[in-house]
């Protein structure tokens, strides 16, 4: 499957973005999805993920309670909603998939497990 992330953009701390996820090229609702990001100098790190069905979501300590991941199998699109955002979620975000029936084991928050990436989108938060 392709994936295309978009929604990114320069938004005040405090301040909501929208992420948003496209699907091409293969069974969207066969495929467990993530979300990654990685700031200036440091690692790629886990945001959140969601199972095939939409049924179970984790997240980052980081971000649990400001963002939401959510999806729509029926257009081949996830999302991440992020809200009361801070310089600290300044980075460029990554969509992820692999084609998994699987539930949310340790192994969904590594960003080896998945084999599909979309491009990133850049989200800078200022203060």
């Known amino acids: 499957v392709q994936l295309q992330a978009s929604g990114g953009g320069l938004v005040q701390a405090g301040g909501s973005l929208r992420l948003s996820c496209a699907a091409s090229?293969?069974?969207?609702?066969?495929?467990?999805m993530g979300w990654f990001r990685q700031a200036p100098g440091k690692e790629r790190e886990f945001v959140a993920t969601?199972?095939?069905?939409?049924?179970?979501?984790a997240y980052a300590d980081s971000v649990k309670g400001r963002f939401t991941i959510s999806r729509d199998n029926a257009n081949n699109a996830m999302y991440l909603q992020m809200n009361s955002l801070k310089p600290g979620d300044t980075a460029v975000y990554y969509c992820?998939?692999?084609?998994?029936?699987?539930?949310?084991?340790?192994?969904?928050?590594?960003?080896?497990?998945?084999?599909?990436w979309g491009q990133g989108t850049l989200v800078t938060v200022s203060s």
């Open positions: 969601i199972t095939w069905s939409g049924s179970s979501t």
């Open positions: 992820a998939g692999k084609r998994a029936y699987s539930g949310i084991y340790t192994y969904t928050r590594t960003s080896d497990w998945y084999d599909s």
């Open positions: 090229g293969g069974t969207f609702s066969t495929y467990h």
